[in-house]
Protein backbone atom coordinates (compact mmCIF):
# COMPACT_ATOMS: atom_id res chain seq x y z
CA UNK A 1 0.00 0.00 0.00
CA UNK A 2 1.23 3.76 -0.82
CA UNK A 3 2.70 5.69 2.01
CA UNK A 4 0.77 8.86 2.39
CA UNK A 5 3.44 10.91 0.95
CA UNK A 6 3.68 8.61 -1.97
CA UNK A 7 0.72 9.18 -2.36
CA UNK A 8 0.29 12.87 -2.54
CA UNK A 9 2.75 13.31 -4.31
CA UNK A 10 0.65 11.17 -6.96
CA UNK A 11 -2.19 12.94 -6.78
CA UNK A 12 -0.22 16.52 -6.70
CA UNK A 13 1.86 15.44 -9.67
CA UNK A 14 -1.52 14.10 -11.64
CA UNK A 15 -3.27 17.16 -11.28
CA UNK A 16 -0.52 19.17 -11.90
CA UNK A 17 -0.21 18.02 -15.56
CA UNK A 18 -3.69 17.58 -16.13
CA UNK A 19 -3.94 21.50 -15.42
CA UNK A 20 -1.40 22.68 -17.30
CA UNK A 21 -2.50 23.80 -20.58
CA UNK A 22 -1.92 26.22 -23.63
CA UNK A 23 -3.41 29.92 -23.67
CA UNK A 24 -6.51 30.38 -25.40
CA UNK A 25 -6.33 33.00 -28.01
CA UNK A 26 -7.05 36.65 -26.91
CA UNK A 27 -10.55 37.07 -27.94
CA UNK A 28 -11.63 33.45 -27.24
CA UNK A 29 -14.74 32.74 -25.73
CA UNK A 30 -14.74 30.80 -22.33
CA UNK A 31 -15.48 27.33 -21.77
CA UNK A 32 -18.64 26.91 -20.64
CA UNK A 33 -19.79 24.38 -17.89
CA UNK A 34 -22.58 23.04 -15.69
CA UNK A 35 -21.54 24.22 -12.76
CA UNK A 36 -25.02 22.93 -10.86
CA UNK A 37 -24.71 20.31 -8.27
CA UNK A 38 -26.33 16.97 -8.77
CA UNK A 39 -28.21 18.59 -11.66
CA UNK A 40 -30.00 15.32 -12.83
CA UNK A 41 -30.66 14.12 -9.41
CA UNK A 42 -28.90 10.96 -10.03
CA UNK A 43 -26.87 10.34 -7.40
CA UNK A 44 -28.49 8.17 -4.93
CA UNK A 45 -28.88 9.08 -1.18
CA UNK A 46 -26.18 7.70 1.22
CA UNK A 47 -27.69 6.11 4.73
CA UNK A 48 -26.37 9.43 6.60
CA UNK A 49 -28.69 11.51 8.17
CA UNK A 50 -26.26 14.49 6.82
CA UNK A 51 -27.03 13.87 3.55
CA UNK A 52 -30.41 15.69 3.90
CA UNK A 53 -33.07 14.15 1.28
CA UNK A 54 -31.14 14.92 -2.12
CA UNK A 55 -27.30 15.02 -2.20
CA UNK A 56 -26.49 18.73 -2.77
CA UNK A 57 -29.65 20.21 -3.10
CA UNK A 58 -31.30 21.84 0.38
CA UNK A 59 -34.81 21.10 0.51
CA UNK A 60 -37.42 21.62 3.05
CA UNK A 61 -37.43 18.70 5.76
CA UNK A 62 -39.60 15.35 4.43
CA UNK A 63 -40.53 17.06 1.07
CA UNK A 64 -38.40 16.33 -1.30
CA UNK A 65 -37.26 13.12 -2.66
CA UNK A 66 -36.29 10.71 -5.24
CA UNK A 67 -38.07 9.71 -8.01
CA UNK A 68 -37.53 7.22 -11.10
CA UNK A 69 -40.18 8.84 -13.11
CA UNK A 70 -37.46 11.27 -14.97
CA UNK A 71 -36.97 13.92 -17.76
CA UNK A 72 -33.59 11.63 -18.49
CA UNK A 73 -31.45 9.41 -16.82
CA UNK A 74 -33.14 7.36 -14.23
CA UNK A 75 -34.17 9.88 -11.56
CA UNK A 76 -35.99 13.44 -11.12
CA UNK A 77 -36.74 15.61 -7.73
CA UNK A 78 -40.04 15.11 -6.68
CA UNK A 79 -41.51 17.81 -4.15
CA UNK A 80 -44.80 17.44 -2.33
CA UNK A 81 -44.83 21.21 -0.07
CA UNK A 82 -45.54 19.77 3.52
CA UNK A 83 -48.57 22.20 3.67
CA UNK A 84 -50.35 24.92 2.83
CA UNK A 85 -48.18 27.76 3.51
CA UNK A 86 -45.16 25.89 1.85
CA UNK A 87 -43.38 26.25 -1.64
CA UNK A 88 -41.66 23.34 -1.20
CA UNK A 89 -38.37 25.69 -2.13
CA UNK A 90 -35.46 23.46 -3.13
CA UNK A 91 -31.84 25.30 -3.31
CA UNK A 92 -28.40 25.58 -3.51
CA UNK A 93 -25.34 27.45 -3.53
CA UNK A 94 -22.73 27.63 -6.50
CA UNK A 95 -19.36 29.51 -7.01
CA UNK A 96 -19.32 31.71 -10.29
CA UNK A 97 -17.26 34.19 -11.52
CA UNK A 98 -17.74 38.00 -10.69
CA UNK A 99 -18.95 40.28 -13.86
CA UNK A 100 -19.86 37.44 -15.48
CA UNK A 101 -22.88 35.80 -17.64
CA UNK A 102 -24.70 32.86 -16.73
CA UNK A 103 -27.93 30.78 -18.44
CA UNK A 104 -30.22 28.86 -16.00
CA UNK A 105 -32.36 25.95 -16.63
CA UNK A 106 -34.54 22.89 -15.95
CA UNK A 107 -37.03 20.35 -17.04
CA UNK A 108 -39.83 21.25 -14.45
CA UNK A 109 -43.39 19.27 -14.18
CA UNK A 110 -46.67 20.40 -12.23
CA UNK A 111 -48.55 23.66 -12.19
CA UNK A 112 -47.09 27.25 -10.70
CA UNK A 113 -42.86 26.03 -11.11
CA UNK A 114 -40.87 28.52 -10.94
CA UNK A 115 -36.78 28.84 -11.18
CA UNK A 116 -34.78 31.22 -10.17
CA UNK A 117 -31.38 32.45 -8.77
CA UNK A 118 -30.38 35.00 -5.75
CA UNK A 119 -27.18 36.56 -4.87
CA UNK A 120 -26.12 37.71 -8.48
CA UNK A 121 -25.76 40.97 -7.78
CA UNK A 122 -29.08 42.43 -9.23
CA UNK A 123 -32.58 41.28 -9.44
CA UNK A 124 -33.33 38.26 -11.68
CA UNK A 125 -37.29 37.62 -12.74
CA UNK A 126 -37.97 34.07 -12.35
CA UNK A 127 -38.79 31.92 -15.38
CA UNK A 128 -41.89 30.35 -14.11
CA UNK A 129 -45.30 28.06 -15.80
CA UNK A 130 -48.74 27.90 -15.25
CA UNK A 131 -49.18 24.55 -15.63
CA UNK A 132 -47.21 21.94 -18.07
CA UNK A 133 -50.08 19.15 -18.19
CA UNK A 134 -48.99 15.69 -18.13
CA UNK A 135 -45.53 16.72 -19.56
CA UNK A 136 -42.42 18.22 -19.09
CA UNK A 137 -41.06 21.56 -19.93
CA UNK A 138 -38.36 24.03 -19.82
CA UNK A 139 -37.55 26.76 -17.85
CA UNK A 140 -34.98 29.02 -18.36
CA UNK A 141 -33.40 32.76 -17.65
CA UNK A 142 -30.18 33.91 -16.86
CA UNK A 143 -28.15 37.05 -15.02
CA UNK A 144 -24.83 38.48 -15.14
CA UNK A 145 -22.98 39.06 -11.54
CA UNK A 146 -22.18 42.18 -10.37
CA UNK A 147 -18.16 43.10 -9.74
CA UNK A 148 -18.47 41.75 -6.01
CA UNK A 149 -20.43 38.71 -6.32
CA UNK A 150 -18.54 35.52 -6.62
CA UNK A 151 -21.54 32.80 -5.58
CA UNK A 152 -25.17 32.53 -6.23
CA UNK A 153 -28.07 30.31 -5.34
CA UNK A 154 -30.58 28.61 -7.33
CA UNK A 155 -33.66 27.60 -6.29
CA UNK A 156 -36.91 26.11 -7.57
CA UNK A 157 -40.35 26.34 -6.07
CA UNK A 158 -43.76 25.71 -6.79
CA UNK A 159 -46.77 27.89 -5.08
CA UNK A 160 -49.36 27.84 -2.47
CA UNK A 161 -51.43 24.90 -2.50
CA UNK A 162 -50.86 24.07 -5.83
CA UNK A 163 -49.66 20.33 -4.78
CA UNK A 164 -46.58 18.35 -5.68
CA UNK A 165 -44.16 19.39 -8.80
CA UNK A 166 -40.60 17.28 -10.27
CA UNK A 167 -37.78 18.46 -11.69
CA UNK A 168 -34.94 17.38 -13.66
CA UNK A 169 -31.83 18.43 -15.53
CA UNK A 170 -31.02 21.83 -13.71
CA UNK A 171 -28.10 23.96 -16.05
CA UNK A 172 -26.00 26.53 -14.35
CA UNK A 173 -24.32 27.37 -17.92
CA UNK A 174 -21.36 29.75 -17.68
CA UNK A 175 -17.69 29.93 -16.98
CA UNK A 176 -16.05 27.99 -13.80
CA UNK A 177 -14.29 29.53 -10.78
CA UNK A 178 -10.57 29.24 -11.19
CA UNK A 179 -9.79 25.79 -9.77
CA UNK A 180 -8.79 25.40 -5.93
CA UNK A 181 -5.10 25.43 -4.74
CA UNK A 182 -3.47 22.32 -3.61
CA UNK A 183 -0.80 22.31 -0.95
CA UNK A 184 0.49 20.52 2.00
CA UNK A 185 1.85 23.03 3.76
CA UNK A 186 1.61 26.64 4.37
CA UNK A 187 4.79 28.50 3.28
CA UNK A 188 5.36 31.37 5.65
CA UNK A 189 8.42 33.20 6.52
CA UNK A 190 7.65 32.47 10.66
CA UNK A 191 8.18 29.75 12.97
CA UNK A 192 4.62 28.53 12.88
CA UNK A 193 3.21 25.19 12.63
CA UNK A 194 -0.34 24.37 11.69
CA UNK A 195 -2.47 21.83 13.89
CA UNK A 196 -5.34 19.97 11.89
CA UNK A 197 -7.95 17.29 13.49
CA UNK A 198 -10.13 15.50 11.36
CA UNK A 199 -13.31 13.41 11.04
CA UNK A 200 -14.89 14.09 15.23
CA UNK A 201 -16.15 10.71 15.67
CA UNK A 202 -14.59 10.42 19.50
CA UNK A 203 -15.16 13.70 21.17
CA UNK A 204 -13.34 13.96 24.83
CA UNK A 205 -13.38 16.31 27.40
CA UNK A 206 -9.45 15.59 27.81
CA UNK A 207 -8.86 17.21 24.60
CA UNK A 208 -10.68 20.17 24.85
CA UNK A 209 -9.58 20.66 27.73
CA UNK A 210 -5.89 20.34 26.77
CA UNK A 211 -6.48 22.64 23.79
CA UNK A 212 -8.84 25.21 26.40
CA UNK A 213 -5.44 24.82 28.96
CA UNK A 214 -2.58 25.71 26.26
CA UNK A 215 -4.72 28.11 23.95
CA UNK A 216 -4.09 25.88 21.11
CA UNK A 217 -5.53 27.20 17.61
CA UNK A 218 -7.33 24.38 16.11
CA UNK A 219 -8.21 23.77 12.36
CA UNK A 220 -11.33 21.55 12.84
CA UNK A 221 -12.12 19.01 9.67
CA UNK A 222 -15.28 17.65 11.37
CA UNK A 223 -17.66 15.39 9.07
CA UNK A 224 -21.27 16.43 9.22
CA UNK A 225 -22.26 12.95 11.27
CA UNK A 226 -20.82 14.01 14.26
CA UNK A 227 -20.69 17.80 13.73
CA UNK A 228 -24.61 17.02 13.86
CA UNK A 229 -24.78 15.07 17.00
CA UNK A 230 -22.45 17.40 18.99
CA UNK A 231 -21.77 21.03 17.54
CA UNK A 232 -21.38 22.72 21.07
CA UNK A 233 -18.25 19.67 21.20
CA UNK A 234 -16.15 21.67 18.03
CA UNK A 235 -17.35 24.86 19.23
CA UNK A 236 -15.50 24.71 22.22
CA UNK A 237 -12.39 23.33 20.29
CA UNK A 238 -12.12 26.06 18.03
CA UNK A 239 -12.84 28.91 20.41
CA UNK A 240 -9.39 29.86 20.56
CA UNK A 241 -8.57 33.19 17.82
CA UNK A 242 -7.41 31.91 14.74
CA UNK A 243 -9.20 28.57 15.12
CA UNK A 244 -12.22 27.48 12.49
CA UNK A 245 -14.46 24.51 11.15
CA UNK A 246 -13.15 23.54 7.48
CA UNK A 247 -14.73 20.83 4.64
CA UNK A 248 -14.12 17.53 4.82
CA UNK A 249 -16.46 15.78 2.95
CA UNK A 250 -20.06 13.84 3.29
CA UNK A 251 -19.11 10.35 3.46
CA UNK A 252 -15.80 10.33 3.90
CA UNK A 253 -15.17 8.41 0.52
CA UNK A 254 -12.01 8.84 -1.28
CA UNK A 255 -12.77 11.23 -3.93
CA UNK A 256 -10.32 10.14 -6.27
CA UNK A 257 -12.94 7.40 -7.21
CA UNK A 258 -16.38 9.38 -7.35
CA UNK A 259 -17.27 11.02 -10.93
CA UNK A 260 -16.76 15.17 -10.95
CA UNK A 261 -20.30 15.59 -9.69
CA UNK A 262 -20.26 12.93 -6.80
CA UNK A 263 -17.14 14.87 -5.68
CA UNK A 264 -19.18 18.42 -5.99
CA UNK A 265 -22.00 17.00 -3.83
CA UNK A 266 -19.77 15.39 -1.07
CA UNK A 267 -17.51 19.01 -0.84
CA UNK A 268 -20.74 21.48 -0.94
CA UNK A 269 -23.26 18.92 1.14
CA UNK A 270 -20.66 19.30 3.59
CA UNK A 271 -20.26 23.35 3.33
CA UNK A 272 -23.81 23.72 3.78
CA UNK A 273 -24.02 22.15 7.34
CA UNK A 274 -20.57 23.82 8.21
CA UNK A 275 -22.58 27.33 7.57
CA UNK A 276 -25.73 25.57 9.16
CA UNK A 277 -24.13 25.12 12.32
CA UNK A 278 -21.35 27.44 12.60
CA UNK A 279 -22.24 30.21 10.84
CA UNK A 280 -19.10 30.56 8.37
CA UNK A 281 -18.57 29.16 4.99
CA UNK A 282 -15.59 26.97 5.26
CA UNK A 283 -12.66 27.98 2.44
CA UNK A 284 -10.66 25.26 3.17
CA UNK A 285 -11.20 21.57 1.97
CA UNK A 286 -9.40 18.08 3.64
CA UNK A 287 -9.82 15.66 1.21
CA UNK A 288 -10.03 12.27 3.09
CA UNK A 289 -7.19 10.19 2.65
CA UNK A 290 -5.32 12.66 1.85
CA UNK A 291 -6.33 11.43 -1.68
CA UNK A 292 -7.39 14.34 -4.69
CA UNK A 293 -6.92 14.77 -8.22
CA UNK A 294 -7.74 17.77 -11.15
CA UNK A 295 -11.76 17.32 -10.60
CA UNK A 296 -11.20 17.39 -6.30
CA UNK A 297 -9.69 21.13 -7.31
CA UNK A 298 -12.55 22.38 -9.71
CA UNK A 299 -15.34 20.61 -7.42
CA UNK A 300 -13.77 22.16 -4.53
CA UNK A 301 -14.24 25.72 -6.14
CA UNK A 302 -17.73 25.10 -7.39
CA UNK A 303 -18.53 24.97 -3.70
CA UNK A 304 -16.32 28.06 -2.84
CA UNK A 305 -13.20 26.35 -1.44
CA UNK A 306 -9.66 28.05 -2.45
CA UNK A 307 -7.67 25.73 -0.71
CA UNK A 308 -7.57 21.67 -0.98
CA UNK A 309 -5.20 21.05 2.29
CA UNK A 310 -3.16 17.49 2.52
CA UNK A 311 -0.54 17.33 5.60
CA UNK A 312 3.37 17.45 6.12
CA UNK A 313 2.71 15.00 9.55
CA UNK A 314 0.83 12.62 10.88
CA UNK A 315 0.60 12.36 15.27
CA UNK A 316 -2.69 10.53 15.04
CA UNK A 317 -3.19 7.56 17.59
CA UNK A 318 -0.10 7.45 18.91
CA UNK A 319 2.38 7.90 16.07
CA UNK A 320 5.33 11.04 15.24
CA UNK A 321 5.08 10.40 11.38
CA UNK A 322 6.82 13.86 9.61
CA UNK A 323 6.34 13.05 6.09
CA UNK A 324 9.22 15.04 4.65
CA UNK A 325 11.69 13.41 7.56
CA UNK A 326 13.28 15.19 10.08
CA UNK A 327 12.10 17.72 12.44
CA UNK A 328 9.33 19.57 12.12
CA UNK A 329 9.63 22.50 9.69
CA UNK A 330 8.27 26.52 9.58
CA UNK A 331 4.48 25.73 7.85
CA UNK A 332 4.27 22.81 8.21
CA UNK A 333 0.91 21.15 8.36
CA UNK A 334 0.35 18.39 11.36
CA UNK A 335 -2.47 16.41 10.84
CA UNK A 336 -4.54 14.51 13.90
CA UNK A 337 -7.78 13.26 14.41
CA UNK A 338 -10.47 13.05 16.98
CA UNK A 339 -10.19 10.12 19.10
CA UNK A 340 -9.72 8.88 22.47
CA UNK A 341 -5.84 9.25 21.99
CA UNK A 342 -6.22 13.10 20.82
CA UNK A 343 -5.11 14.56 24.24
CA UNK A 344 -2.00 12.63 24.09
CA UNK A 345 -1.40 12.99 20.84
CA UNK A 346 -1.66 16.58 20.72
CA UNK A 347 1.20 16.71 23.85
CA UNK A 348 3.42 15.39 21.74
CA UNK A 349 2.73 17.24 18.22
CA UNK A 350 3.35 20.46 20.40
CA UNK A 351 6.47 18.88 22.21
CA UNK A 352 7.97 18.64 18.77
CA UNK A 353 6.95 21.84 17.79
CA UNK A 354 8.46 22.88 20.26
CA UNK A 355 11.55 21.33 20.02
CA UNK A 356 12.07 22.61 16.31
CA UNK A 357 11.37 26.35 17.74
CA UNK A 358 7.53 26.57 16.37
CA UNK A 359 4.50 28.06 17.35
CA UNK A 360 0.96 26.67 16.31
CA UNK A 361 -0.69 29.46 15.00
CA UNK A 362 -4.29 29.55 12.86
CA UNK A 363 -4.10 28.27 9.62
CA UNK A 364 -6.63 30.15 7.93
CA UNK A 365 -4.99 33.56 8.82
CA UNK A 366 -1.71 32.80 6.98
CA UNK A 367 -3.26 30.32 3.91
CA UNK A 368 -2.52 32.86 1.03
CA UNK A 369 -5.89 34.16 -0.79
Not at 259 to 281: F, M, N, V, W
Request: hydrophobic residues 40%.
Amino acid sequence: MPTPLRRLVVCAASAALTLLGVAAPAGAAEPVANLATNPGFEIPTLPLADWGSVPGWNCGTGEAVLSSSAHSGSSALSVTPAGADSTGECGQTVSVRPSTSYTVSAWVRGSYVFLGATGTGHDVAPSWTAGTGDGWQLLTTGFTTGAQNDSVRLYLHGWYGQGAFSVDDVRLNGPAPAPARATWNVPTGEKLVFLTIDDGWQRTPEAAQFIADHRLPITAFPLPMPSGFEPDYFRRVTAVPGSSVQDHSVSHRDLTTLSPTEQQAEICSARDTDLKLYGTAPTVFRPPYLAWNADTLQAAANCGIRTVLTATADFSWGQSTIYHGGALQPGDVVLLHFTDTLASDLQRALTAAEEAGLEPAGLVDHLKP
